[in-house]
């Protein structure tokens, strides 16, 4: 089985290019999913990409996902900001954890200022647009050693 990166999207990231392209751009989360597959692929891994606007959805993948995986990047949109059942599922993952966020949550409104899963993350990425999802990837092969889980 070849290695992956787990790749988890939250609710509305499915309207990348499409929501608030003054804050996130106009790139589609296809396009996400496509640099993240070449950064992963250029190591010779893989990635499995899951976006739901359902917080079930994500903690399903998360447990199917949590021991097989290399590392997980994880831009959970909302789901940031006021799951614990999310963060609850990504502290039982064997990789490291990369939280990831298109814009720069610190510049923006306050609610947004905290967030459940940095304290457990190994990194936080914000501010840098999709290519944040690059740097996150690269990260988590990394701390890997580029090998599997």
Same mark, same amino acid.
């Given at each position: 089985? /070849?290695?992956?990166?787990?790749?988890?999207?939250?609710?509305?990231?499915?309207?990348?290019?499409?929501?608030?392209?003054?804050?996130? @751009?106009?790139? $589609?989360?296809?396009?996400?999913?496509?640099?993240?597959?070449? /950064?992963? @692929?250029?190591? @010779?891994?893989?990635?499995?990409?899951?976006? *739901?606007?359902?917080?079930?959805?994500?903690?399903?993948?998360?447990?199917?996902?949590?021991?097989?995986?290399?590392?997980?990047?994880?831009? +959970?949109?909302?789901? /940031?900001? $006021?799951?614990?059942?999310?963060?609850?599922?990504?502290?039982?993952? $064997?990789?490291?954890?990369?939280?990831?966020?298109? *814009?720069?949550?610190? +510049?923006?409104?306050?609610?947004?200022?905290? *967030?459940?899963? *940095?304290?457990?993350?190994?990194?936080?990425?914000?501010?840098?647009?999709?290519?944040?999802?690059?740097?996150?990837?690269?990260?988590?092969? /990394?701390?890997?050693?580029?090998? @599997?889980?």
């Amino acid at each position: 089985m /070849t290695p992956y990166v787990a790749v988890l999207n939250g609710p509305n990231l499915n309207l990348l290019g499409q929501r608030q392209p003054e804050v996130y @751009g106009r790139d $589609t989360l296809a396009d996400v999913e496509d640099l993240c597959a070449a /950064t992963a @692929g250029a190591a @010779g891994f893989e990635v499995r990409c899951v976006q *739901s606007n359902h917080e079930g959805a994500l903690l399903d993948a998360v447990h199917e996902m949590r021991t097989e995986a290399a590392g997980f990047v994880v831009n +959970a949109g909302a789901l /940031t900001h $006021t799951s614990v059942a999310l963060r609850d599922a990504l502290v039982t993952i $064997t990789g490291p954890l990369i939280e990831v966020h298109i *814009s720069n949550v610190h +510049a923006r409104e306050a609610f947004r200022h905290h *967030s459940y899963l *940095s304290d457990i993350a190994a990194g936080v990425i914000v501010g840098c647009g999709i290519e944040g999802y690059c740097f996150a990837v690269e990260r988590v092969l /990394t701390l890997t050693g580029g090998r @599997g889980a």
